[in-house]
């Protein structure tokens, strides 16, 4: 092990906030998961963290950076590899589909077909390279991971709770690769529910209990303190007992006085109405409800300075050039839709020149068509659109892109040829790409891709959790936008 920092975490602090609006505004949180968690990653260490599952998880999102913390912050400038068996028990696509898009997110494509030819010489991945992932053993599916992380260039590798899936012969397996990831002085975090591959394979140690650090230092000190900790815990007789064991620490991480991210919370009895809001997520809702009247006031002074009627004084109106002008689109809702001449596939983005209550004017192409607009999804790029990330919407897209969405969405913005050339398609054209047995599409702008499209799912429950209205609805990505096609129950993904 070297003196050389891969990662560091800061303490981090994380709690679930309530799908509903409402609980969301008024500050209720539930429940705090992590709590001031710090620790440093060396290069050529294998750090073992122990807690539950629940938490473990929230950690591991985090640290691979698909999870916003509340407070703190990792640092790392590393690529990191998670790995997570109950990540893809669900996943649909053939094994070798499978093992082909990790490899190709962390390998150069002449490694990864070296990589993909030595695992195929395997029993397990000749045997099982056609079939769904999603098939296959728990067990199994640990296998693979394990074998994948020995090719993948990853300088950090996460390994969650991989252990409890394995059987008592497969754990010399997994020390046989814990072992080689250290002598390739690459940082591996060991998150297990379980004490005992940490004792075996660990060389520092992590415990966290409720949500907070309960030790740090050395594997066999801390191994003899959970030890008594259990055993202490294993003499409880009954609920009450139950409830009174670890009560400081229960208390800790439930008291929001002293939760660092927060407001002051007082308890039920001593609080005042007021104090139950969540201060700050109110004056925000003002500023932006303050800010959306300013835009309509400064909309109607511009339709009634540019109007027909005259004031009898004249008014000097500077046009701007063209290529200031804010653009707006129209995304087809059609299977296909004739402009100009050209055809446009489904989800194509048209430039609108200008909008009525019953058709817009679509200038692609060089020509000017009017069209009904019950056929175009409206985006103005500049409209004030609710906020949101990308991983938040992840559960109401369909499983193909949230298993992938990494692999996916890297192609946009590249040419059009990363896709035509490399990966099977059942239809394209200059304007599209619909890839072969997976429902993504790729949508083409000057021969770039400039979008991709994909179906939607529990579109009831994104409504609820997100608080919007509209059957048709454009969230603001920090890099982008998602826009749903409500009727067709699809999204367009673009990412600038």
Not at 29 to 58: A, P, Q, R, W
Request: overall charge negative; some cysteine; proline content about 3%.
């Amino acid at each position: 092990m070297q003196n050389i920092i891969l990662l560091r975490a800061l303490n981090l602090t994380y709690a679930k906030e309530p799908k509903k609006l409402g609980d969301r505004i008024l500050g209720r949180e539930e429940g705090l998961l992590l709590k001031d968690v710090s620790f440093h990653l060396y290069k050529g260490e294998v750090l073992g963290i122990l807690s539950d599952y629940k938490t473990l998880h929230y950690l591991k999102e985090i640290v691979n950076g698909s999870l916003d913390t509340k407070k703190g912050k990792v640092k790392t400038e590393s690529p990191v590899l998670s790995l997570d068996v109950l990540d893809h028990v669900h996943h649909p696509h053939a094994l070798g589909m499978f093992v082909t898009e990790i490899l190709d997110e962390y390998m150069r494509t002449e490694d990864v077909e070296k990589s993909i030819e030595q695992l195929q010489t395997q029993k397990m991945f000749k045997e099982h390279w056609m079939t769904p992932v999603k098939d296959l053993a728990r067990r199994e599916i640990a296998l693979v991971l394990l074998e994948i992380s020995k090719f993948a260039d990853a300088e950090i590798i996460i390994y969650c709770n991989m252990y409890r899936h394995l059987t008592e012969e497969d754990a010399a397996t997994f020390k046989t690769t814990i072992n080689e990831q250290e002598k390739r002085e690459r940082g591996v975090l060991l998150l297990e529910s379980s004490i005992e591959p940490i004792e075996i394979l660990a060389n520092y140690f992590l415990w966290l209990s409720y949500g907070q650090i309960r030790y740090d230092g050395s594997v066999k000190q801390g191994v003899v303190e959970y030890t008594a900790y259990m055993r202490k815990k294993s003499q409880i007789k009954n609920v009450d007992e139950e409830a009174l064991f670890d009560l400081e620490w229960k208390r800790n991480v439930s008291e929001y006085g002293r939760y660092a991210h927060g407001l002051k919370r007082l308890s039920r009895n001593q609080a005042s109405p007021i104090d139950r809001f969540n201060i700050r997520k109110i004056i925000i809702s003002l500023v932006v409800l303050f800010t959306m009247m300013m835009a309509s006031v400064v909309i109607f002074m511009d339709i009634s300075f540019t109007g027909a009627a005259s004031t009898g004084q004249e008014q000097t109106v500077t046009i701007p050039e063209e290529e200031d002008r804010r653009i707006a689109y129209g995304i087809s809702t059609e299977d296909s839709m004739e402009i100009g001449g050209e055809t446009y596939p489904y989800m194509s983005m048209l430039r609108v020149s200008d909008r009525g209550a019953e058709n817009y004017t679509i200038v692609d192409g060089g020509a000017a068509e009017e069209v009904d607009s019950g056929s175009l999804i409206y985006f103005n790029p500049a409209s004030l659109y609710p906020e949101t990330t990308l991983e938040d919407l992840l559960p109401y897209t369909d499983e193909v892109f949230e298993n992938n969405y990494l692999y996916y969405s890297r192609f946009i913005n590249r040419d059009s040829s990363a896709v035509v050339d490399t990966i099977s398609l059942s239809a394209s054209s200059d304007k599209h790409a619909e890839l072969s047995g997976i429902p993504i599409t790729y949508h083409f702008r000057d021969d770039i891709i400039f979008s991709m499209s994909f179906p939607a799912r529990n579109l009831e429950g994104m409504y609820e959790a997100f608080g919007v209205s509209t059957e048709d609805v454009i969230f603001r990505l920090p890099n982008g936008y998602m826009i749903l096609d409500a009727t067709n129950e699809t999204w367009l993904y673009i990412n600038r």
